[in-house]
Structures are given as structure tokens and as C-alpha cells.
Nanobody, 114 residues
Framework: QVQLVESGGGLVQPGGSLRLSCAAS????????MGWYRQAPGKQREWVAN??????NTANSVKGRFTISRDNAKNTVYLQMNSLKPDDTAVYYC?????????WGQGTQVTVSS
């Protein structure tokens, strides 16, 4: 079974940037969806962005600030986060769809605070 390992989270000041990475332990075909959700304390998990060979989609709440990209050769998906706000504080989870099954990463904490 494919495993996903996230990295790149941390503490950043408002207006700062972070780049999250999510590497799969096995092959994820480009046609299969990979993406990111986030969950803030006391809130439901929220979709952030997804990417596959047909489309790239980003939530309105982060559009213009966050960019999702993917390196299919490395089976890795990235989330470049710019102009971070305190409301972006959350645990960020990556996911991958493979043959109809969804696999989740363990999550990485992003804290935006001065």
C-alpha cells in the first residue's frame, strides 16, 4: 500500500511563505488525483487544492496565495503558500487517489503567528 509523507510545515509570521511537500512511497499515475486538505482546531477538514493530468483546482479561500504543483517523476505533490494569514493555521493533510482508494498522509502543522 502506498504511503504519503508530508514535510515543510512550521511556524511563520503573517505575510510569510511556506512550501509543503508530500512524497508517495509508490507510483501515483498522473491521471490520479493528489491534493491537500487542512483542519483548523475546532473546525471540519477543509479542501484546499487538488491536481491531476486534466485539471488543477484551488479553494477560493486560498486562491491567488496558494499554488499546487506536482512532480510525477518523483510522485510528489507540493503546496506553495504565500501571503500566509493567521486563519491559515491548521494541520495540512495530503491525499492521493489510487484505483478508487484514498490514502492520507499523517499531516503537517502550519502555524501563522507573530
Amino acid at each position: 500500500q502506498v504511503q504519503l509523507v508530508e514535510s515543510g510545515g512550521g511556524l511563520v509570521q503573517p505575510g510569510g511563505s511556506l512550501r509543503l511537500s508530500c512524497a508517495a512511497s509508490g507510483s501515483i499515475p498522473a491521471s490520479q488525483d493528489m491534493g491537500w486538505y487542512r483542519q483548523a482546531p475546532g473546525k471540519q477538514r477543509e479542501w484546499v487544492a487538488n491536481i491531476n493530468s486534466i485539471s488543477t483546482n484551488t479553494a477560493n479561500s486560498v486562491k491567488g496565495r496558494f499554488t499546487i504543483s506536482r512532480d510525477n517523476a518523483k510522485n510528489t505533490v507540493y503546496l506553495q503558500m504565500n501571503s500566509l494569514k493567521p486563519d491559515d493555521t491548521a494541520v495540512y493533510y495530503c491525499y492521493a487517489v489510487l484505483s478508487g482508494d484514498v490514502t492520507w498522509g499523517q499531516g503537517t502543522q502550519v502555524t501563522v503567528s507573530s
